[in-house]
DNA sequence: TTTAGTGACGAACGGCGTTCGTGTCAAGTA
DNA sequence: TACTTGACACGAACGCCGTTCGTCACTAAA
C-alpha cells in the first residue's frame, strides 16, 4: 500500500548520510579556516557544510571553544619533530621554530585559537616535551628552561597571530594576494609617515623606508634570533 | 492648551541629555572595558550605557573596529616617556617596556584590540618615535632598529595579550580575584601533568613543579631580558 | 516485541554589528 | 520673522552568531 502523497517522507536520503563524527567535525572546520578565514568560521558555517543544522554538532564537540582547540591540536600535528640532541640545543630548536612557523603559515589563522592555552592537546604536549627536554638536556635549570619554552612559544604564537590579522585584513580588502596587500599596505604607511610633522617624529620621519623594510619572514626570523642569543647567553657553559 | 493626554512626549527629559562625542563614547568604551572585559564591550552595550540606541554611535565612530583602535591609544597615552638618553638606552628600553606593561595591565583587555595595529594614533606615534629614536642614537643600523623596535612591540602586546584571555576565564569562571584563578589553574595543570604516561613525556612529567613556577610578572620580566640582551649583542660597539 | 537510549535536528532565544529612514532642532538665509 | 538646510539622534529592522530545548527516527539490548 502506497504512502498517502501529502505525508512527505521525512529523510529523503537518509541513507547516503555520513555519519558525523568529532574528527570529520574538525577536519570540516579546518577546512573552512583555511579556506575563508578565522571570520568565516561559524558552527553554522560548519553545520553547512556537512549538510546538517548546527545543533548536530553538539553531540560531538561542548561547543566552539572546544572546537578550535581540537582544531589547533589537529594543526599542531603537522608539526615534524626530529630526534633530540641536546649537544645542537640552539639548531634544533630553531629548527623547530621555523617548522612551527611553517605549520602556521600553511593554516593562517589557526594562531587566533592558540594563544593562552596550556596545551593539553597531543601534539601540543609532544612539542613540549621536545623543547623543554633540549633545554633541560643541555643543562639549563628546570625553571629557567620552564620560562624560556614559555616565552618562545608565545613567540611563535604571538606572530602567527599578528600575520593572520594582516590576512583577515587582506580579505577583507578583497585582495587576492599578499604581494597586492603588501604593497599597498606599505605604500599606506609610507604616505601617512612621510606625512608626519617633522620636528615632533624627527626619527621616524627621517627614516620611513627603512621602517618598512623586510617581510613577515625577516621580521621572525630576527626575533628568533634575539631570543635564541638571549637563551644561549644563559646556557651554563658545558 | 494642554497636549492630549495620548500624545506621549516625545523626549522626556531632553535638556539633561549630555551631548554625545567621539570622546564621550572612547571614555564609555573604556570603562565597560576595564569593569567587565572584552568580551562585554559591544556597541549596544556602549549605547545602552549612555542612554541611547547603537545607531546613535554611528555619527561619531565609523564602527567597533575603529573605536577599539581609539580606545586602545587613549590607553597608550597613560604611558609616561622619559627623556631619551641614548647612552642609557638598555635601561631606558627596559623602563618603558615596564611602563607599557604596567599600564597593559591597568587596561587588562585592551591588547585584544591592539595586535597587527599600524601604529598611527598619536600616542602609539610617540611611543614608537621614543623607541626607535633610542635605537638609532645608540647607534644601531636603521633597518636593524626597525626590526628590534617591531618585535619589542609584539612581544609586549603578544604578552598583555595572553595575559587578558587569562582574566577573561577567570572572569567566566566566576571568580573574584587572580590569586583564586591562579590557584585553581596551576592545580589543575598540576594534576593533568601528573597524570601523563612517563615514558612519553619524561621530562614535562618530571618537573611538573618547576613548569609552573613563576607568576606573569616573572614571566614577562624574563622573556624582556632574553630580547634585550639579544638587542645589546646587536648594538655596534660606542 | 518491547524498551531504553542515542544521535540528528527544526525551531527558537537572546545577543551581535550595522543600515535605513525618519524625526527633531539649531543655525543660517531671505 | 519665516523658511530652508543640515547635522545629529534614534526606532526599527536585517542578517548574522552560539547555544538550548524538545522531538523524532533509529538501533541494540532485554
Known amino acids: ?15 547516503k548520510r555520513q555519519q558525523l563524527s568529532q574528527e570529520l567535525i574538525v577536519e570540516t572546520g579546518l577546512r573552512i579556516l583555511d579556506a ?28 566552539k571553544e572546544e572546537l578550535l582547540e581540537l582544531i589547533y591540536d589537529r594543526v599542531l600535528s603537522e608539526v615534524r619533530l626530529p630526534e633530540p640532541d641536546p649537544a645542537r640545543w640552539k639548531e634544533q630548536l630553531r629548527e623547530y621554530a621555523l617548522e612551527v612557523h611553517r605549520v602556521f603559515r600553511d593554516h593562517a589563522d589557526v594562531a587566533r585559537a592558540a594563544l593562552a592555552n596550556i596545551p593539553t592537546g597531543e601534539s601540543s604536549l609532544l612539542a613540549g616535551e621536545f623543547t623543554y627536554g633540549l633545554l633541560i638536556e643541555a643543562g639549563m635549570p628546570p625553571v ?13 604564537v604571538g606572530d602567527a597571530y599578528e600575520g593572520s590579522l594582516h590576512w583577515a585584513r587582506m580579505r577583507a580588502a578583497g585582495m587576492s594576494g599578499p604581494e597586492e596587500y603588501f604593497q599597498a599596505f606599505v605604500a599606506q604607511i609610507i604616505a601617512y609617515y612621510e606625512g608626519l610633522p617633522r620636528e615632533r617624529f624627527p626619527h621616524l620621519s627621517k627614516h620611513v623606508k627603512d621602517l618598512t623594510a623586510g617581510d613577515g619572514e625577516d621580521r ?9 642569543d638571549g637563551i644561549e647567553a644563559r646556557m651554563p657553559k658545558a
Chains 1, 2 share one sequence.
Open 144 to 156: 629557567e628552561a620552564s620560562l624560556a619554552m614559555d616565552r618562545l612559544t608565545l613567540y611563535l
Open 220 to 228: 621572525f626570523t630576527y626575533g628568533l634570533e634575539l631570543l635564541l
Open 36 to 63: 575563508e578565514g578565522f571570520d568565516a568560521l561559524s558552527m553554522r558555517r560548519v553545520a553547512q557544510e556537512l549538510d546538517t543544522g548546527p545543533a548536530s554538532l553538539y553531540a560531538h564537540v561542548s561547543g
Open 1 to 15: 500500500m502506497p504512502a498517502p502523497p501529502w505525508r512527505k517522507s521525512r529523510r529523503p536520503a537518509q541513507v
